[in-house]
C-alpha cells in the first residue's frame, strides 16, 4: 500500500525547496523570453498521486507557477479543507474520480494545471481454471486500474507467458485471462503484478493464484469406443509424459496398474455388458495421479424393419390412416431417431424415443397420413438411425411400404386407357379397391356381364374391328351404390409406308424452290398423326395439319416441305416422319427412305484432288467430274489435253512423266451453248537430295565468341516453298521462310542457309541439326532432316579432368584421366605422388596411383597447345578416414539435480580431415543443435570430444540423449557413426520419487504406494498415523500399504538418510473421498413451463466428500451453461448432501430442450468419475396452448369436415364455440377435443376452440374454406371455323358454377406453353358459388394453324385444394391469302373428253362459285365444296376460276386445264432412198401428225438403242394440234452398214394423273457403199510403175560392164568403180 505519512513531511518539505529554486529559475528564463504564452509555467509537486482505495491518507501537495501577479490555489480538490491549503488528509479513501487542478486567476483567462491522481485496489482474488481442452484462464477479481495489470503464467517455476490488458475503467473490474497450453499434466498458476510506475508501490504488488494440474497427460485411442453387443472391443492408453505406472479402472475387464508401462491395452472378448465404464489412469513421476475416461456405447443394430397399413387395402382420398413402423431387437434407444419419408422425402422425425433405457427394446413408431389422389402409388418406408457419433452410425430402412388411394369410384383399370391396332386383340383388367358385391363390364364390344363375389375382371376382345368404342367397368358397393370408370380406347392402324417425290429430279442450282411430298397411305386416326420433316437427324419442320381433320377410319395423307436449298445443303438427306401420338402403347415412328439432295452453285464440276503435288518426273492424274447434263467436257491443257466428250460424266486428264516444271490444266464444259471451267492448281517439287551441317572452323569453340552454322540443301524444288527449321537438340531455335522468294529460276536448286550462334559452357556436347520441308499443303513431301552436329565448348584452359575432384580413402588407389579439348602438342601431370611426363601428341592422359598414403596431395594437369601457350588445371584431392566410433558420457556422473547444469560428452574416435567434421546432438528425435570444425585445418587422424551443456527439468526425467559424428565429404559421399541413447535421471528437493505421487482413495477401499531413492542410501522408511514402515537399510524402494482406509484425514511421509548423513523426506498426498449416492434434477413446477415465466431447477447429490472438491456444472443440451462449487469454502472432510439451483426464464425455442446437471469431485488423478444425472426435459409453450389440425380446413361444399383441437397443458375445460355445431366445455382430464359436421351446408362458418388454464383464458380459430369444383371448363371463340391471319379474335374460358371465386386462377396455355394467367376475381368477396369467364385476344399468324389452346382453372386454397380442371384443346385454323384450294391444281384432259374439278373452301363463307367460259357454276352458300365439270371439253383454251365471298374479302383461284391430243402416226424418211455412200452427209426425217400441245413434245432419235439426239416441239406453239417434222443429218461410213435408225415421240404433261405412252416410228436399215477410184487413174499408176522398173534395169546393168567417169585432174588416182578388180 502506498501511504504517506506526517513523518515523511520534513524530508517532502526539503525536496520541494529544490523544487521551488528550479522553478524560479524557469520563470526567469521565459520571462526573458517574452510573455507570448497566455497561461504561466506550473510545477506540482509530487507531479503524480497514486492512492490505495480504502486507505488512510495524510500528503502535502505543492503548486507554484511562473505568475508574479496572482497566487495559485486548488480546486476540486474536495478532501481540502480550504482552497489555501496543501495537505491532502483522508482516514479511508473511498472515491475513485479525484480531480485537483492547480488555478491561476491572472489577466487572462482562468489557468489550470491539473494533478494526475491514480487510485487502485490490489485484486480480492486470483484464481486458476480450465477452458476447453487446451486452455487455462486466470480470474483476477475485484481490481483498479486493470490497465495496469498484468498476469503472468507459470510452469512450475518457469515462466510460460504474459497477458496485459487494455481496459480504460478506472473502476475495479473482474477480469481473466486466457493461455493454450498442451494437456500435459503440469503444474501451472498465475500471478498477478500491479505496475503503477515510478510513483507507485515498489516493487509493484503481486498476487498468486492456486496451483493447477493442467490435465491427464494421457491419450486414449480410439478416443471414444462403439461396441457391437457381443463384439470384442480394445482400447490403447499412452502415456504423453515420462510415467511411473499406467493401468485401466473398468467395470469390466480392468487392468492392475503396470510399473514403467508407455503403453497399455484394455481388451474384452464379448461385451456383454450394456453400460460399461473404462477409465486410464497414469501415474507420473512427481507422485500425481490422473486418469481419462474412455467414453463407450455398446448398441445393437435393429434386425427388423418393417411398415405396416391399420388397415390393408386400397385408401380413400381424404380419409386419415394410420402407418406402423416396427423396429425389433435395437439398443441403446436413447440414441435411436426414427424418420418416415414419402419417397425421398422426409415427412416426420419421431422426437419421442429419447428414454435412456438399457438392453434390447422392440420400438414402434406411428405416422398419419391424409392422402390425396396424387398419393396413389406412393411409397412410404422409415428409417431407423442409431446416431452413435462419428465412430458410426448404424441406419436401417424398411423395405417400401406402396399405398393406393382412389377417388370417385373405387375401381383400378390396368392399363388406364388402351391403345390397339385395328383388328388385334384387346385386353384390359379391372379391379375393384374396395370390397364390393358385383361388378362387370358395359360396352359396345365384348360386354361382361355382372358377376359376384370377384375383386378383379377381365375386358377382352379378340379383333377390334370397331374404330369407337367405350367401354365401362361397374362395381355394385356393399353399401348398394353403383358407380363406374371408362377405358379410354384408341384405335389405330399404321401406314402401309412413307415416300418421298420430288417436284424435281436431279441436281438442283443452288436459291431455286424444290418441293418434297411425303405420301402416308392409309393411316389412323389422322387426328393424332404429327409428320416430321427432317435434315439429317435435325427435326426443320413440323405438320399437324392432319390433326384438324375429323376422319373415323384410315385416310391418306399428303405434307409438303418447299424450301430454297442452299450451297452448305449439297449431300443433305431428308426424310419424313409419321408418328401417332397415342400416349401409352403408341405405334412405333415410321420413317422414309433418305432423299438425297445435291446442290450445285457456279459452275457444275468438280476436280479431285483440287491441288496436284506431283514429284518432277512421276505421273499425275486428276479427275474432273460434272453432276449435271451437259454437251462436253474435256481438259485444256499445254500437256496432255483431252477433247471434249458428251456421254461421260468424268473425265480424267493424266501424265506418265511430269517433266514439265510449269503445266497449266483447265477442266471445261459445255452446258446449253456456254462454256465454264475450272483450273487445276499443279505443284511440280523436287525433294531434296541431300541436307548437311557445317561449320566455319573445326574443333572446339571458345564461350563467348560467335560463329556460323551452314545448313546445306541439294536439289531442291520449289525453293519458294521451302522452310529451314535448325534445332539444338529436340528445342527448335530458328526457322528461315523462303514462301516469300521469287526466283527467276524454274526448277531444282542448291540452297544454304546459316544460323549465327554464341556458345556458352552449358552448350557443350550440344547438337545442332536443321531441317528442310517444303510446304505444298496436301500431299507435301516428307521434312528432311541432317544429321547432328556436336559442338565442343570450352573455358578458361582447355582440358577436361574426370572425375573433375577426387575423394580418396587413406590406402585405396586413386585414378584420374586428363583429356584435351582442342588440338594439342602435349599433355602431362605434375603431382605430389606419382608425376606423369609431358606426352606429345596425346589427346588424353591417366594419372594413377595404387595405394594413397599421403595426407596432403597436389596434383595438376598441363597442356602445351599448338601456338605454344602452356596452361593447367588442379585436380582438388581429399583424402580422409572412416570413422570408427562415439559414444556419450556426463559431468557429473549419475543422476542430475533439477534446474543445475549437466555437461553430455561425445567422444568421437579417428577423425580425419577434421574440417569435415559435424556433431550433431538429439534429445529423443529432437535435434539440439551441432557442432561444424571446418575451421579445424588438421588433415590426420584425430580423436574429439564435444560437449553439451544442459539444465534439466523435472519434465527431463528419464530423457534420452545421444550424439551423431559426420564426415560431409561432398555429394553423395558421408561417413557417419552414432552413440548408443544415454539415458538421463532427474531429480528436485528430497532425492526420492513416490509412485504414484499423490493418492485419490475411496473410503474404505485399499491403498498402496512406493518410495523409490534416487541416490545411495543409509535407510528408508514410512511415518504415517496409519500403516507406518520403520528405518530399512539396504534397499532402494519401500511400499506403504492400508488394507482397508477408514480415516477421512491421513499424511504419510517417506523418509531417507542419504549417505552424507542428511535426512529428508517427501510428503504423500492421500485424498480420502466418497462418491456421491444419487444426482437428480427437479423443478419449481411440473408439466409444460409458460415462456417468460420464472422457474428453478435443483440439482440434488446425496452423500459426497470432500464436499469443497465438488464442482456441479449445468448443461442444456450439449452446452454447458453454468458451472458452480457450492461448497467451495467447506474444510471438514466428511460426506454432506449438496444441492445446487439453476434459475430460468425459458423462450420457445427452448422448447424440447434438456437439461442435466454433472456432478464432479475435482481431486487430481484418481478422481471418481463424474456422475450425471438423467435428462430433465421442459416443453415450453407461447400464446394460447392449443393446437388445431389442421389450422385451415378446405371442404367440398356438402361433404364432411371435422378439425381437432388438443392441448398439452392442465386446464380447467376446453371447448368449441360455432354457428354450426358447438361442442360444450370438457373438463381437466381431456387433452383433445374434436369439432365435425357431416355435411358443410353453410358458405360461411368460423368454429373457435377455447380453453381455461390457471394463468389464461384464450382460443383459437380454425380457417374453414367452404368451395365449389367448377361443373364444367371449356373454351369458346368469338369466330367459327377457320382464322384469317393477321386479324383479332378473342377466346373464352367458360368456368361453370366455381367457389371461392376469389381464389380462382385460370391460366392460358398454346400447346405446353403457357402464356398468361389470371385472377379475375381476385377483389371477389362473396364466398357463394359463380360463373366466370376468362378472355385471351389472339392475333393468329399463319405459323399458328394447328395450334392448340386450353385454358386451366385452379382453386388456390393451400392444402387441400381441389385438383386442377383443364378444358379439351381448342385448336385453330389460320389461313392466308384466298381460302380454297382447287384439286386438282393442273387438270390435263384429253381433247373431246370430259373433266372435273373441285374446289374447297376451307372456312364458312356467304357464297362459292366457278367463272368459266365453259360450263360455269352458279354460287351456292351451303356447300364448303362445289365442283366445275364437262363432258366433252372442245376448247384448246380454257381458264375457269373458283370464286369465293366471306366476311373479309373476296377472292379467286384459277384452274390451269391443259387440253392434249395424242399424235395420230410418226414415221421416218431419208433423203437417200438407195445405198449410202460412206464419207457422203443425209438427211433423215421424222414426221408427227395431229399432235397438241406441240410445245410439249419430246423426240429422241436412236441408231439402234444409242440415243443419238434429242428434240422439242416448237415453244411458240399455241391453240390446237400441229403436223411436226424433225431432221437428223448422218455421216455414215462403213461400219454403219446395216444400222437402223429410228424416233420416238412423247407428249409430256408433267402430270402424275396422266401418263402417255412413248410412240416409236419403223426401223429405217441403211446401206453404206465404199467410195472407189476411177479406172483412168488406176491405168496411168500402172504405165508410171512400168517406166520406173525399165530405167531401173537400164541403170544396173550400165553399173555391172565397169564404165568409167572422168573426172578433172587432181591429187586422187583413179580407180575402178569395183576397186580395180576386172
Same mark, same amino acid.
Given at each position: ?1412 367460259? =365453259?360450263?360455269?357454276?352458279? %354460287?351456292?352458300?351451303?356447300? $364448303?365444296? !362445289? +365442283?366445275? *365439270? @364437262? ?120 402430270? =402424275?394423273?396422266?401418263?402417255? %405412252?412413248?410412240?416409236?416410228? $419403223?426401223? !429405217? +436399215?441403211? *446401206? @453404206? ?54
Amino acid at each position: 500500500m502506498y501511504q504517506l505519512t506526517r513523518s515523511r513531511n520534513m524530508s517532502n518539505r526539503m525536496t520541494m525547496s529544490l523544487w521551488l529554486v528550479l522553478g524560479l529559475g524557469n520563470i526567469l528564463l521565459l520571462s526573458c523570453a517574452g510573455a507570448e504564452d497566455q497561461c504561466p509555467f506550473f510545477q506540482l509537486y509530487p507531479p503524480v498521486l497514486v492512492v490505495e482505495y480504502n486507505s488512510s491518507l495524510e500528503v502535502e501537495v505543492n503548486c507554484t507557477t511562473s505568475s508574479e501577479d496572482s497566487q495559485p490555489y486548488w480546486e476540486n480538490l474536495l478532501p481540502f479543507t480550504d482552497e489555501s491549503s496543501t495537505v491532502l488528509t483522508v482516514s479511508a479513501l473511498q472515491e475513485w474520480d479525484l480531480i485537483a487542478q492547480c488555478v491561476v486567476n491572472t489577466t487572462n483567462p482562468l489557468c489550470r494545471e491539473e494533478l494526475s491522481v491514480t487510485v487502485y485496489k490490489l485484486p480480492d482474488s486470483v484464481s486458476i481454471t480450465t477452458v476447453g481442452e487446451e486452455g487455462l484462464r486466470c480470474d483476477v477479481m475485484n481490481v483498479a486500474p486493470a490497465q495496469n495489470l498484468t498476469v503472468h503464467w507459470y510452469k512450475r517455476n518457469t515462466r510460460v507467458g504474459k497477458s496485459p490488458f487494455n481496459a480504460t475503467e478506472a473502476l475495479p473490474l473482474n477480469v481473466s485471462a486466457d493461455i493454450n497450453v498442451t494437456q500435459d499434466g503440469g503444474l501451472y498458476w498465475c500471478e498477478t503484478e500491479l505496475d503503477l510506475g515510478p510513483h507507485g508501490p515498489q516493487p509493484p504488488p503481486k498476487a498468486s493464484s492456486n496451483k493447477l494440474r493442467n490435465g491427464c497427460p494421457i491419450e486414449i485411442s480410439p478416443p471414444s469406443l462403439l461396441v457391437r453387443y457381443g463384439d470384442p472391443a480394445l482400447a490403447t492408453c499412452r502415456a504423453l509424459v515420462p510415467s511411473t505406472a499406467l493401468g485401466w479402472n473398468s467395470t469390466v475387464e480392468p487392468v492392475d496398474m503396470e510399473d514403467g508401462a508407455a503403453e497399455l491395452y484394455w481388451t474384452v472378448d464379448e461385451m456383454r455388458d450394456w453400460s460399461v465404464e473404462s477409465r486410464c489412469v497414469i501415474t507420473m513421476e512427481d507422485g500425481y495421479e490422473c486418469s481419462k475416461e474412455l467414453p463407450i456405447i455398446v448398441y445393437s443394430a435393429p434386425k427388423n424393419l418393417s411398415v405396416t397399413l391399420e388397415r390393408p387395402g386400397a385408401l380413400a382420398a381424404g380419409n386419415e390412416s394410420t402407418l406402423t413402423c416396427y423396429i425389433e431387437n435395437i439398443a441403446p434407444i436413447h440414441h435411436l431417431t426414427i424418420r418416415w419419408f414419402k419417397g425421398d422425402s422426409q415427412l416426420l422425425e419421431d422426437p419421442n424415443l429419447r428414454r435412456n433405457v438399457e438392453g434390447l427394446q422392440n420400438i414402434t413408431s406411428v405416422l398419419r397420413v391424409k392422402p390425396d389422389i396424387y398419393d396413389n402409388m406412393a411409397e412410404y418406408r422409415c428409417e431407423a438411425d442409431l446416431n452413435l457419433g462419428p465412430a458410426g452410425s448404424p441406419k436401417l430402412t424398411s423395405v417400401p411400404f406402396k399405398i393406393t388411394v382412389y377417388t370417385g369410384c373405387p375401381v383400378e383399370i390396368s392399363p388406364q386407357s388402351l391403345v390397339v391396332r385395328y383388328g388385334e386383340s384387346a385386353m384390359a383388367t379391372c379391379r375393384a379397391l374396395v370390397p364390393g358385391t358385383e361388378m362387370g363390364w358395359e360396352s359396345t364390344v365384348g360386354p361382361v356381364g355382372m358377376k359376384e363375389g370377384v375383386t378383379s375382371l377381365n375386358w377382352t376382345v379378340k379383333e377390334l374391328r370397331e374404330w369407337t368404342v367405350k367401354p365401362q367397368c361397374f362395381i355394385k358397393r356393399e353399401d348398394g351404390e353403383q358407380c363406374s370408370k371408362e377405358l379410354k380406347v384408341s384405335i389405330y392402324n399404321i401406314p402401309d409406308g412413307l415416300r418421298i417425290t420430288p417436284n424435281y429430279h436431279g441436281p438442283v442450282e443452288e436459291g431455286k424452290e424444290l418441293g418434297l411430298h411425303c405420301h402416308i397411305e392409309n393411316i389412323a386416326p389422322v387426328q393424332n398423326l404429327t409428320i416430321r420433316w427432317l435434315k439429317g437427324d435435325m427435326i426443320i419442320f413440323e405438320d399437324i395439319k392432319p390433326q384438324s381433320r375429323k376422319t373415323v377410319g384410315t385416310d391418306n395423307i399428303t405434307s409438303d416441305y418447299i424450301f430454297s436449298p442452299r450451297l452448305s445443303d449439297d449431300g443433305a438427306q431428308y426424310r419424313c416422319e409419321a408418328e401417332l401420338e397415342l400416349s401409352l402403347g403408341s405405334p412405333p415412328k415410321l420413317t422414309s427412305e433418305p432423299f438425297n439432295l445435291t446442290v450445285y452453285s457456279g459452275c457444275p464440276i468438280n476436280i479431285s484432288p483440287p491441288t496436284l503435288v506431283v514429284k518432277y518426273g512421276e505421273a499425275a492424274s486428276a479427275e474432273c467430274t460434272t453432276f449435271v447434263p451437259h454437251d462436253g467436257i474435256g481438259w485444256n491443257s499445254t500437256l496432255e489435253p483431252v477433247d471434249a466428250v458428251a456421254e461421260v460424266q468424268n473425265v480424267t486428264w493424266s501424265v506418265k512423266e511430269l517433266t514439265e516444271w510449269t503445266v497449266n490444266p483447265t477442266c471445261v464444259i459445255e452446258k446449253d451453248g456456254e462454256l465454264c471451267g475450272k483450273d487445276l492448281s499443279v505443284v511440280v517439287y523436287s525433294s531434296p537430295d541431300n541436307i548437311s551441317v557445317s561449320a566455319y572452323t573445326s574443333g572446339a569453340v571458345v564461350e563467348g565468341r560467335q560463329y556460323s552454322l551452314f545448313c546445306h540443301i541439294q536439289n531442291v524444288a520449289p525453293v519458294q516453298n521451302l522452310t529451314v527449321r535448325w534445332f539444338r537438340g529436340d528445342m527448335e531455335i530458328s526457322v528461315t521462310n523462303s514462301t516469300a522468294v521469287n526466283s527467276g529460276d524454274v526448277g531444282a536448286q542448291n540452297v544454304t542457309t546459316g544460323l549465327l550462334i554464341e556458345p556458352a559452357m552449358s552448350d557443350n556436347g550440344a547438337q545442332y541439326r536443321c531441317e528442310a520441308e517444303l510446304v505444298l499443303g496436301p500431299g507435301s513431301p516428307p521434312k528432311l532432316t541432317s544429321e547432328p552436329f556436336s559442338i565442343t565448348v570450352y573455358t578458361g584452359c582447355p582440358i577436361e579432368i574426370s572425375p573433375p575432384s577426387l575423394l580418396v580413402r587413406y590406402g585405396d588407389p586413386a585414378l584420374a584421366t586428363c583429356r584435351a579439348l582442342v588440338p594439342s602438342t602435349a599433355l602431362g601431370w605434375n603431382s605430389t605422388v606419382e608425376p606423369v611426363d609431358m606426352e606429345d601428341g596425346a589427346a588424353e592422359l591417366n594419372w594413377t596411383v595404387d595405394e594413397m598414403r599421403e595426407w596432403s596431395v597436389e596434383s595438376r594437369c598441363v597442356i602445351t597447345m599448338e601456338d605454344g601457350y602452356e596452361c593447367s588445371k588442379e585436380l582438388p584431392i581429399i583424402v580422409y578416414s572412416t570413422l570408427e566410433s562415439a559414444d556419450v558420457t556426463s559431468n557429473p556422473p549419475g543422476a542430475a539435480g533439477a534446474d543445475k547444469n549437466y555437461t553430455l560428452r561425445c567422444h568421437v574416435q579417428n577423425v580425419a580431415p577434421l574440417e569435415k567434421l559435424e556433431v550433431e546432438w538429439f534429445k529423443g528425435d529432437q535435434s539440439l543443435g551441432s557442432t561444424q570444425y571446418f575451421n579445424r585445418s588438421e588433415i590426420t587422424p584425430q580423436n574429439i570430444t564435444d560437449e553439451m551443456q544442459i539444465t534439466p527439468g523435472m519434465s527431463d526425467n528419464q530423457a534420452q540423449y545421444r550424439c551423431a559424428a559426420r564426415l560431409t565429404l561432398g555429394p553423395g559421399e558421408s561417413s557417419k557413426v552414432e552413440s548408443d541413447p544415454f539415458t538421463v535421471t532427474v531429480y528436485t528437493g528430497c532425492p526420492v520419487v513416490i509412485d504414484p505421487p499423490s493418492l485419490v482413495v475411496r473410503y474404505g477401499e485399499s491403498a498402496l504406494t512406493t518410495c523409490h531413492a534416487l541416490v545411495p542410501n543409509e535407510g528408508m522408511g514410512w511415518e504415517s498415523t496409519v500403516g507406518p514402515v520403520g528405518m530399512k537399510e539396504g534397499v532402494t524402494r519401500l511400499n506403504w500399504t492400508v488394507k482397508e482406509l477408514r480415516e477421512w484425514t491421513v499424511k504419510p511421509q517417506c523418509f531417507i538418510n542419504t549417505a552424507q548423513d542428511n535426512q529428508c523426506q517427501k510428503e504423500l498426498p492421500v485424498t480420502v473421498y466418497s462418491a456421491p449416492d444419487s444426482v437428480h434434477v427437479t423443478s419449481s413446477r411440473l408439466g409444460p413451463l409458460a415462456e417468460g415465466k420464472d422457474y428453478t431447477l435443483s440439482c440434488n447429490i446425496k452423500n459426497i466428500a470432500p464436499a469443497q472438491n465438488l464442482t456441479i456444472r449445468w448443461y442444456k443440451g450439449q452446452t454447458k451453461i453454468r458451472e458452480d462449487r457450492p461448497h467451495a469454502s467447506h474444510t471438514l472432510p466428511e460426506p454432506l448432501n449438496a444441492t445446487s439451483e439453476l434459475h430460468i426464464q425459458p423462450h420457445t425455442s427452448d422448447d424440447g430442450a434438456q437439461y442435466r446437471c454433472e456432478a464432479e469431485l475435482e481431486l487430481g488423478p484418481g478422481s471418481p468419475p463424474k456422475l450425471t444425472s438423467e435428462p430433465f426435459n421442459i416443453s415450453v409453450y407461447s400464446g394460447c396452448p392449443i393446437d388445431i389440425h389442421p389450422p385451415t380446413l378446405v371442404v367440398k361444399y356438402g361433404e364432411a369436415a371435422s378439425a381437432e383441437c388438443t392441448t398439452f397443458v392442465p386446464h380447467d375445460g376446453i371447448g368449441w364455440n360455432s354457428t354450426l355445431k358447438p361442442v360444450d366445455a370438457v373438463m381437466k382430464d381431456a387433452k383433445s377435443l374434436n369439432w365435425s359436421v357431416s355435411e358443410l351446408r353453410e358458405w360461411t362458418v368460423k368454429p373457435r376452440c377455447w380453453i381455461e388454464t390457471e394463468d389464461v383464458e384464450c382460443s383459437k380459430e380454425v380457417n374453414v374454406i367452404a368451395y365449389s369444383a367448377p361443373d364444367s371448363v371449356r373454351v369458346t371463340s368469338s369466330r367459327l371455323g377457320s382464322l384469317a391471319e393477321g386479324k383479332d379474335y378473342t377466346l373464352s374460358c367458360d368456368i361453370r358454377n366455381i367457389a371461392p371465386a376469389q381464389n380462382l386462377t385460370i391460366r392460358w396455355y398454346k400447346g405446353q406453353t403457357k402464356i398468361n394467367d389470371t385472377r379475375p376475381h381476385a377483389s371477389h368477396t362473396l364466398p357463394e358459388p359463380l360463373n366466370v369467364t376468362s378472355e385471351l385476344h389472339i392475333q393468329p399468324h399463319t405459323s399458328d394453324d394447328g395450334a392448340q389452346y386450353r385454358c386451366e382453372a385452379e382453386l388456390e386454397l393451400g392444402p387441400g385444394s381441389p385438383p386442377k380442371l383443364t378444358s379439351e384443346p381448342f385448336s385453330i385454323t389460320v389461313y392466308s391469302g384466298c381460302p380454297i384450294d382447287i384439286s386438282p391444281p393442273t387438270l390435263v384432259v384429253k381433247y373431246g373428253e370430259s373433266a372435273s374439278a373441285v374446289c374447297h373452301a376451307s372456312i364458312p363463307h356467304n357464297g362459292i362459285e366457278w367463272n368459266s367460259a =365453259v360450263e360455269p357454276v352458279a %354460287p351456292v352458300k351451303d356447300a $364448303q365444296s !362445289l +365442283k366445275w *365439270s @364437262v363432258n366433252e371439253l372442245r376448247e384448246w383454251t380454257v381458264t375457269p376460276s373458283c370464286w369465293i365471298k366471306t366476311e373479309d374479302m373476296e377472292c379467286s383461284k384459277e384452274l390451269n386445264v391443259l387440253a392434249y391430243i395424242f399424235p395420230a402416226s410418226i414415221n421416218m424418211t431419208t433423203s437417200e432412198a438407195g445405198v449410202m455412200t460412206a464419207g457422203n452427209v443425209y438427211t433423215l426425217t421424222c414426221h408427227i401428225q395431229h399432235v397438241a400441245p406441240a410445245q410439249n413434245l419430246n423426240l429422241r432419235w436412236f441408231k439402234g438403242s444409242e440415243l443419238q439426239k434429242e428434240d422439242r416441239g416448237p415453244q411458240d406453239s399455241s391453240g390446237g394440234p400441229r403436223d411436226l417434222t424433225f431432221d437428223l443429218q448422218i455421216t455414215p461410213d462403213t461400219s454403219d452398214d446395216g444400222a437402223e435408225y429410228r424416233c420416238e415421240a412423247e407428249l409430256k404433261l408433267d402430270s =402424275v394423273v396422266v401418263q402417255l %405412252p412413248k410412240l416409236t416410228s $419403223q426401223h !429405217l +436399215k441403211i *446401206s @453404206v457403199a465404199r467410195n472407189w477410184i476411177p479406172p483412168i487413174i488406176i491405168v496411168l499408176i500402172i504405165l508410171l510403175l512400168l517406166v520406173l522398173c525399165v530405167l531401173f534395169a537400164l541403170w544396173y546393168r550400165r553399173r555391172k560392164r565397169g564404165e568409167y567417169n572422168v573426172v578433172p585432174p587432181t591429187d586422187i588416182p583413179l580407180t575402178t568403180a569395183n576397186g580395180g578388180v576386172p
